[in-house]
Every structure is written in structure tokens, then in C-alpha cells.
């Protein structure tokens, strides 16, 4: 079964965009610290890929990346992916309640009462794609990263908000044109309840450092006649490093050779076994 690898991509969204960069405000971590990763928590992240080939030299198993994005300062990943929806569908529920509560009172609270509904149904945008010019999709509510809904309608300071999670939308390179990486392409692109899932198997028989790409979407919110996202496109490297150093068991710390086994009930002899994988 392949090594399934995953590489967060935490982008402070915020700071990327008024500097115009991914540089600097991109942060990289695998799970692959512990053989030979470095720049953990950088932009310069090389990822270590052990490959692991059969005793004549072929190749026993591909590695697959999965690239994870993530934005700082933002809502929490661990929150489903439709919370904004949800959020966004509570407060106009609540409103309606609250509005029909208003048909009884006195006129003296009636100005207030409406006031209040207002503040409590927050700031709409909408989303503009880059795909077709001018195409808006559905009216959506900012929200700030407690989950609450944001009021703000001047467009002379954008509202505090929490950032929509950056979306992968190509991985290309060095890595790529060699063919060492396979990248696909996985999951939904609807902004509000999913994003792209990349992936990309590895072949791990041919040694060396590469390069790749990540194209990444971001997005703004900008007054045009009122608040909208719109879609950042920016690039950042990184690298893998494919090596031939043999990987290390996790029961007895040791290399390719003999892996103690449990001692079998009745016997004061130790099993052993010997590995038929070598590792590169």
C-alpha cells in the first residue's frame, strides 16, 4: 500500500494579498520531519521521500502527496466546510423570527426593532469567477472568524472578516515535467461547501531534489458597487527530495535486517523475520 504524505499549505491570506505575494506569508509542513524534512514551518519546505524498491532493484511502492491549504487567522479547519452557510442561513432565520415578533409592537419600538434586524442580518457580497467576465454568483454574508456575521456597509474601510480557505488550482514544474509527480485533481470546486483536493503519486526509483508550483487561489473583498470576492490568483515554489536512504522501522529503531517478533506462548525462543523490502 502506497505512504500516503500530506503537506499543509497555511497561507496568511491577509497579508498576502496586500503585499501582492505568497513570499513570506506562506507557511509549509509535512509529516515527513522525522526522515529528513527541512524547512518545516518555512516557504522553503523540501519535503523527504524515502523510496523503498525490491531486492533486484524495481521499484516496490509510489509515495502519495496530498497538498492540504489552509488560511491563517481565519475560521478553524476543524469546523465543517459549510459553516459560513450555516451561520449565513441562522441569522436570516433568526431575523424572520424577530420580524414577525415586530408585528404586534408599539410604533415607538417598531424603528429600533427593524434597526436591530438589520445589524443582526450582516454584510452580503457576492463572489466574482474569473472564468466568465462579470459573472456573480449567489449573494453571500461576511462573517468574522468567531462565526459571527459582520455589518458593515461604507466602502471606505473593509469590514474585519475571516478569509475564505485558499484553493489550490494547479501544481505544475519541474516536477511535473519530469515526471516524477503525478498531481489530480479531487473534490468540488462550489466555494462554500468544498475546495479542490490535490493529490500526485511519486515515483520514488529516480533520486534527486525537484522543484514544483502551486498556482493558489485566493480571494478579495472589494467594494464594486457594494462588497464582492474576488478571485487573487499568486504562485509559490517548493521542492521534494527523493532519496535512496533506507527508512527505519518503528519497533526496534534498526534498518533493512531482522525485526524481533512477539515470543510465542510456550516457547523460550524469540522469533524473528526478515524483511524481503530494501529500502532507497
Known sequence: MSQQLAIIVLVDVAAALRAGSLQDHTYLF??????GSEGEGTGNLVTAINGSCWYDGSQAEEMVLN?????LGSIPPTVPRNFAVNRSRATDRDAL???????????????????????????????????????????????????????????????????????????????VDQKIIF??????PDFV?????WSATVDTSRPGTYAYTMEIHLREL?????????????????????TSRPKRNGFSRAGVGMIPMAEEPGHGVQQTANLDLRSR
Open 30 to 35: 509535512d509529516n515527513m520531519k522525522r526522515q
Open 67 to 71: 497538498w492540504l491549504p489552509y488560511s
Open 97 to 175: 423570527e424577530a420580524l414577525a415578533q415586530l408585528a404586534n409592537a408599539p410604533d415607538a419600538d417598531l424603528a429600533e426593532g427593524l434597526a436591530s434586524i438589520r445589524r443582526s442580518l450582516g454584510t452580503k457580497t457576492r463572489v466574482r469567477t474569473r472564468q466568465r467576465a462579470g459573472h456573480v454568483e449567489t449573494p453571500h454574508k461576511v462573517i468574522d472568524v468567531t462565526g459571527e456575521v459582520v455589518v458593515h456597509e461604507s466602502k471606505d474601510a473593509v469590514p474585519a472578516h475571516a478569509n475564505p480557505t485558499p484553493v489550490i488550482t494547479d501544481i505544475t514544474g519541474e516536477a
Open 183 to 188: 498531481p489530480a485533481q479531487y473534490g468540488s
Open 193 to 197: 461547501t468544498d475546495g479542490w483536493y
Open 222 to 242: 472589494v467594494w464594486r458597487d457594494g462588497w464582492i470576492w474576488e478571485p487573487v490568483c499568486m504562485s509559490i515554489d517548493s521542492r521534494i527530495r527523493v
